[in-house]
């Protein structure tokens, strides 16, 4: 398979609509579509269910798209990484999620520039997804939080673990309250649980508000439209008029530094040894 041939069928695949990922690649629809053909008649098999109305994966579909952005990941990662080698200032890129594990963040940026031979940190501030940065060769270095950001292929070591709390307006009545459960949260139907997009872009089917950040959700639940279960470091950021309630039953939260396996960055291992020291 050529690269074009990855880039067109990732493109299609993401946007289950020729038009949309002709338009998203600056091309004409015919080529597209006469490229997707031929692919699949060189494999073998069928990637798309094409209708009148729709476009839909098959399973051999599902498959090429999780190999697809793999590949161009790494092309992309490989071409970031060979331009940043021939560059005289070293640097790292650690990439996370807007608003998440400040505190930590910031000890561990103080620390880590307190090193001997330490190099500029560049910050790469994500609205969701972290990980990926870290695949299409965005960041070096990325602080994750499982169960929410998934390390799959990527090599890690845990920091901290905490509880989450359920962030509510102030005047609600849940609160005052010293602590909830899961299902207390979960069965407020005048402040549904807040939607985050997934790994494609698409949000989950639900009557919660769309989140993309922090600050949009919280100022959200100011205003008495959503809420939800976050990890309980947010506490730093909560803005006024919000309130922190310990969920019982939540799930713990575990934060890690992530990296890629095939990284052989001195100045890499250094960050992971003092965030681990941390």
Same mark, same amino acid.
């Given at each position: 398979?050529?690269?074009r041939?990855?880039?067109?069928?990732?493109?299609v695949?993401?946007?289950?609509?020729?038009?949309?990922?002709?338009?998203?690649?600056?091309?004409? %629809?015919?080529?597209? $579509?006469?490229?997707?053909? %031929?692919?699949? =008649? *060189?494999?073998?098999?069928?990637?798309?269910?094409?209708? +009148?109305?729709?476009?839909?994966?098959?399973?051999?579909? +599902?498959?090429?798209?999780?190999?697809?952005?793999?590949i161009?990941?790494?092309l992309?990662?490989?071409?970031?990484?060979? %331009?940043?080698?021939?560059? $005289? *200032?070293?640097?790292?890129?650690?990439?996370?999620? &807007?608003?998440?594990?400040?505190?930590?963040?910031?000890?561990?940026?103080?620390?880590?520039?307190?090193?001997?031979?330490?190099?500029a940190?560049?910050?790469?501030?994500?609205?969701?997804? /972290? %990980?990926?940065?870290?695949?299409?060769? =965005?960041?070096?270095?990325?602080?994750?939080?499982?169960?929410? @950001?998934?390390?799959?292929?990527?090599?890690?070591?845990?920091?901290?673990?905490?509880?989450?709390? &359920?962030?509510?307006?102030?005047?609600?009545?849940?609160?005052?309250?010293?602590?909830?459960?899961?299902? @207390?949260?979960?069965?407020?139907?005048?402040?549904?649980?807040?939607?985050?997009?997934?790994?494609?872009?698409?949000?989950?089917? !639900?009557? !919660?508000?769309?989140?993309?950040? =922090?600050?949009?959700?919280?100022?959200?639940?100011?205003?008495?439209r959503?809420?939800?279960?976050?990890?309980?470091?947010?506490?730093?950021?909560l803005?006024? !008029?919000?309130?922190?309630?310990?969920?019982? @039953?939540? /799930?713990?939260?575990?934060?890690?530094?992530?990296?890629?396996?095939?990284?052989?960055?001195?100045?890499?291992?250094?960050?992971?040894?003092?965030?681990?020291?941390?």
């Open positions: 398979m050529e690269t041939e990855m880039r067109y069928f990732v493109a695949a993401e946007e289950l609509h020729f038009g949309r990922a002709a338009q998203r690649l600056g091309i004409a %629809q015919p080529p597209l $579509s006469r490229t997707i053909t %031929q692919l699949e =008649q *060189r494999l073998g098999v069928l990637l798309l269910k094409r209708t +009148s109305r729709k476009v839909t994966l098959t399973e051999a579909g +599902s498959v090429l798209l999780a190999e697809g952005r793999a161009l990941g790494a992309a990662a490989a071409e970031r990484r060979t %331009q940043h080698a021939a560059t $005289s *200032r070293p640097s790292l890129v650690l990439a996370a999620k &807007a608003g998440a594990s400040g505190e930590l963040l910031a000890k561990l940026l103080d620390a880590y520039a307190a090193e001997p031979g330490a190099v940190v560049d910050l790469l501030l994500c609205e969701s997804q /972290p %990980q990926q940065t870290l695949h299409d060769g =965005q960041a070096d270095v990325a602080l994750l939080h499982q169960p929410f @950001d998934s390390t799959a292929e990527l090599d890690t070591e845990i920091l901290n673990t905490e509880g989450q709390v &359920a962030i509510l307006p102030a005047s609600h009545p849940l609160a005052g309250r010293s602590h909830v459960r899961t299902a @207390d949260v979960s069965s407020l139907s005048n402040l549904p649980l807040a939607r985050w997009p997934g790994p494609g872009g698409a949000y989950p089917e !639900g009557p !919660g508000a769309e989140v993309r950040n =922090q600050t949009q959700l919280f100022q959200l639940i100011a205003l008495g959503t809420t939800v279960v976050m990890p309980e470091s947010c506490r730093v950021n803005l006024e !008029g919000l309130a922190a309630v310990p969920v019982l @039953d939540a /799930p713990t939260v575990t934060t890690v530094i992530a990296w890629p396996p095939h990284s052989r960055s001195r100045a890499l291992a250094d960050l992971v040894r003092v965030a681990t020291r941390l």
